[in-house]
């Protein structure tokens, strides 16, 4: 064999080795951003700084101490960890499977992802709440204005890459609109790759009003912020009130891992390449 025909031999094994890679993963749909094995976690975070100071502001620092040992109390005995420990905290999540593209309905696709989910209240003691978690991640070029409500099925920690927020926030606001009590209370804006929910100081006073329970405090709007990265996994949530944010939690940045497609790649070609070679040094000396 020449030496061109045995470089054009090494090639051609390479190529073919992609070739059976490529036709014997099955891939997930383009709009699903994860896959099977990825394990994402969310931990909360409180700012009792901004809480204090809220506190105090709306009930005075008296009656904000009592309520806070109060609170204090509550959680070491529910948990049997002291308020500190609270860092620990967080959410699980661990794709366990991921199917192929389905057909749900006419002119409605998705795939069936599955997940188990666990929570821990601190110290990383991670306890199963969901086992093989069934999510349904509906393709958004084939929802609609009347279907869109779908793409939040399930537990919405994973959304389809490219959902369309804006036009789920329209219908939300609709349908806040044909609400006499909602409307003008509640406003929904979409923000990038999520969107917000104010809650209006008439709507926060007039529900305190309906139980009758008497307060003489000025109350500020209430939001709700929430975000999800480019790949559709749920990135940070917030509650903010009076402008200072009280309470949030956010998804804890992955380590920069090769993924598993390509480590089989890599693998699969460095072997071809490597009995390429060999066969190559072993005809020379034949």
């Known amino acids: 064999m020449k030496r061109k025909e045995k470089l ?12 059976f890679v490529n036709t014997s993963m099955a891939a997930p749909p383009s709009y699903v951003g994860v ?8 931990v909360p975070s409180v700012n009792m700084v901004n809480v204090n100071t809220t506190a105090i502001a709306l009930i005075g620092e ?4 009592i309520a806070y040992n109060m609170l204090v109390e ?12 609270f860092a620990g905290a967080g959410i699980k999540a661990v794709v366990k499977n991921v199917s192929d593209e389905i057909t749900f309905a006419p002119g409605i696709f998705g795939s069936s992802l599955t997940m188990d989910i666990y929570t821990s209240a601190g110290h990383n003691n991670w306890t199963s709440v969901a086992n093989s978690t069934a999510v349904t991640i509906y393709d958004p070029n084939s929802l609609n204005e009347t279907t869109i409500m779908a793409g939040f099925g399930g537990v919405p920690l994973i959304m389809a890459k490219g959902f369309n927020y804006t036009m789920f926030t329209n219908w939300v606001s609709t349908n806040i609109a044909a609400d006499p009590y909602l409307n ?23 529900s305190i009003n309906m139980t009758e329970m008497p307060f003489n405090f000025t109350l500020s709007d209430v939001e709700f912020n929430v975000r999800w990265n480019s790949n559709g996994v ?7 009130y009076g402008g200072l944010v009280l309470v949030s939690i956010q998804l804890v ?15 699969g070609v460095s072997i071809v390449t490597v009995l390429a070679i060999v066969y190559i040094k072993r005809k020379k000396h034949i």
């Open 8 to 19: 054009a031999f090494a090639l051609l094994s390479t190529l073919i080795l992609l070739s």
């Open 35 to 42: 896959a099977k094995g990825d394990e994402f976690v969310w």
């Open 62 to 65: 008296e009656n904000w101490t």
């Open 74 to 85: 509550l959680y070491e005995n529910d948990t049997g960890m002291d308020l500190g420990s």
């Open 184 to 206: 003008g209370n509640i406003t929904v804006q979409t923000q990038g790759t999520g969107f917000k929910v104010t809650l209006k100081t008439s709507y926060l006073e007039a």
């Open 234 to 240: 749920f990135e940070y949530g917030s509650l903010v």
């Open 253 to 267: 940045p992955s380590n920069d891992l090769i993924p598993g497609y390509e480590i089989v790649t890599i693998i």
